[in-house]
């Protein structure tokens, strides 16, 4: 099950923690959506390969690349310092798309203020983090995920790490973010749609 927190910036224990505020502030992921524009959808991690929901989602959205990440000590090559890019804040000039098939691990995203929200994942959590959004990646106290990632066209990595403000995509980010993320009321607008 999806949670999500504004987390408290001054901790400087292990990234692998929850880091809330005190007291806790949650967020709705409609409220995810207006402030950040970072889309949520939740499906079947068992069924996913049968019930046709992600096929679905891939084809609307024009998904035509897909392989698989497994994240854990074992499984990832260069582990150390692979964790140590995901956890840079960094931004990419195309969307950034996972779907959690096993395991768990946080995405962090800066708000409209430049604050991090937390987005805590695991089995069924599809996300997608706009191009132009500064977040990072961790896991968290369990160390290991497994999930799928999603891209149109040609998969591009390449991460871009903080400050990279005269980017086009950081500004085109940025004025849909004042534009209109703060007027839509559904969550995640688009793949809401496809929530049955
Ligand atoms: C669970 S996916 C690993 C993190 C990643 O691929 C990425 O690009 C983080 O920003
Ligand atoms: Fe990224």
Not at 34 to 59: H, M, P, S, W
Not at 158 to 178: F, G, I
């Amino acid at each position: 099950m999806v949670k999500i927190w504004y987390m408290n910036d001054d901790e400087t224990t292990d990234q692998r923690l929850e880091h809330h505020l005190n007291p806790p502030q949650f967020l709705e992921i409609s409220e995810l959506f207006k402030t950040t524009g970072v889309e949520y959808i939740k499906l079947n991690a068992k069924t996913f390969q049968e019930d046709g929901l992600l096929d679905k989602i891939k084809k609307a959205r024009n998904y035509s690349y897909e392989d698989e990440i497994t994240c854990s000590k074992e499984c990832l090559q260069d582990y150390e310092n692979k964790l140590k890019h995901f956890y840079a804040e960094h931004l990419h000039t195309d969307e950034e798309i996972r779907f959690v098939v096993d395991g768990s691990g946080y995405f962090d995203v800066r708000d409209v203020n430049d604050k991090w929200i937390r987005i805590s994942v695991s089995a069924g959590d599809m996300i997608v983090i706009p191009a132009g959004i500064y977040h990072r990646f961790t896991l968290d106290v369990n160390n290991y995920i497994q999930a799928k990632r999603l891209f149109i066209g040609e998969p591009v990595w390449l991460p871009y790490n903080r400050p990279v403000d005269e980017m086009a995509c950081r500004k085109e980010y940025l004025s849909h973010q004042a534009e209109s993320f703060k007027n839509l009321h559904k969550p995640g607008q688009f793949l809401a749609e496809f929530v049955v």
